[in-house]
């Protein structure tokens, strides 16, 4: 295990789901196992039975929780762990089918220290079919007893208010909205480590062993928000300095902030330290230089940048757009 932090990329761990599909190989060329329906590639994760590993380089098959015990400060900078765990969980979504209608735990009224079990998740769309739409809270006027008369009911749809599903979007959902993905739609997730999902409605669709998938009516009914507006779901555009000039923050919240870079062929460009710095890479190609060691990455690579890279410089091979999350500090 190195003493010094250094910029690493994980191994994908791939979860097939009904939902899925096989797009993931063709946007950014991941080696997807088998021949069933992959719905999300989780990039960068720590959660019981769930640990991302790193691929290749000095690092090679440590977890991520291994790099947090190890590095400490020198990873996280001012960033919380959730639970005694990587404060963060970033994937990849593939839907090519409707997801199901669902929710994540309500937080407590009030309270804004970390809640095990809270989702709060943004989605940056990647790729979309002809009208492909998202289904993101409720309309307004929509009741608790309005939710409950077509609990686990095509009629639930009809409550959620549609969104277009553009590349280039940004939508926003505290933990506690009604919400689906819709076909069509891949998707970069940015979310709180949280894999607690209650199911209120899943278009009468088996799961990939034949048979039909747990459903949670009276957890959905007892989490859902209705105080969750549309500037809350698409939040405006802001603009950020980063390596290549202006960049533009497309979600915001107390847990993370997303902004999306682009950079020209050749930016060769040194990184601030002092704040932890997650790369989805959406396209292009470079590689992260901190004292000797290089780290290549590609489109479809999430790369963790500890926040003690204090002489990390980034080179770019290609045209390269990026979406850099971080975590506000907490008195911010």
Request: aromatic content about 6%.
């Amino acid at each position: 295990m190195s003493d010094r932090p250094i910029p690493v990329v994980f191994h994908p761990i791939f979860k097939p789901k009904p939902w899925g599909g096989r797009r993931l190989a063709t946007l950014f060329d991941k080696p997807l196992p088998g021949h069933d329906p992959i719905g999300e590639s989780w990039e960068l994760v720590s959660l019981p039975g769930h640990e991302s590993h790193v691929r290749g380089g000095p690092l090679a098959e440590q977890t991520l929780g291994e790099l947090v015990d190890q590095w400490g400060e020198d990873l996280l900078g001012s960033a919380q762990l959730a639970d005694g765990r990587f404060p963060l969980l970033i994937k990849f979504l593939d839907a090519c089918e409707h997801l199901s209608v669902q929710v994540h735990p309500k937080p407590a009224a009030g309270d804004t220290t970390w809640q095990p079990g809270i989702k709060h998740e943004a989605w940056y769309v990647l790729h979309a079919e002809p009208d492909a739409k998202l289904f993101i809270g409720l309309k307004e006027g929509v009741q608790p007893e309005d939710v409950a008369r077509v609990a686990n009911t095509p009629a639930m749809v009809d409550l959620l208010h549609e969104w277009a599903g553009e590349p280039g979007q940004c939508y926003y959902l505290p933990s506690g909205t009604l919400h689906a993905l819709g076909a069509g739609l891949v998707v970069a997730e940015v979310q709180t480590p949280s894999d607690v999902t209650y199911r209120a409605y899943d278009w009468n669709r088996v799961g990939l062993d034949g048979k039909p998938r747990d459903l949670h009516i009276d957890q959905s009914l007892a989490n859902i928000r209705y105080d969750v507006t549309d500037d809350m779901i698409v939040q405006p555009a802001g603009e950020v300095v980063g390596p290549a000039g202006s960049a533009t923050r497309v979600a915001s919240c107390e847990r993370f902030a997303m902004d999306v870079h682009q950079g020209p062929t050749g930016l060769d460009a040194s990184l601030p330290a002092g704040q932890m710095r997650v790369w989805m890479v959406l396209s292009g190609a470079g590689r992260l230089t901190t004292g000797d060691a290089i780290l290549r990455f590609g489109g479809g690579d999430v790369v963790l940048i500890p926040a003690a890279s204090d002489d990390t410089h980034v080179k770019l091979d290609a045209t390269c757009k990026w979406m850099e999350t971080t975590i506000p500090a907490p008195d911010a």
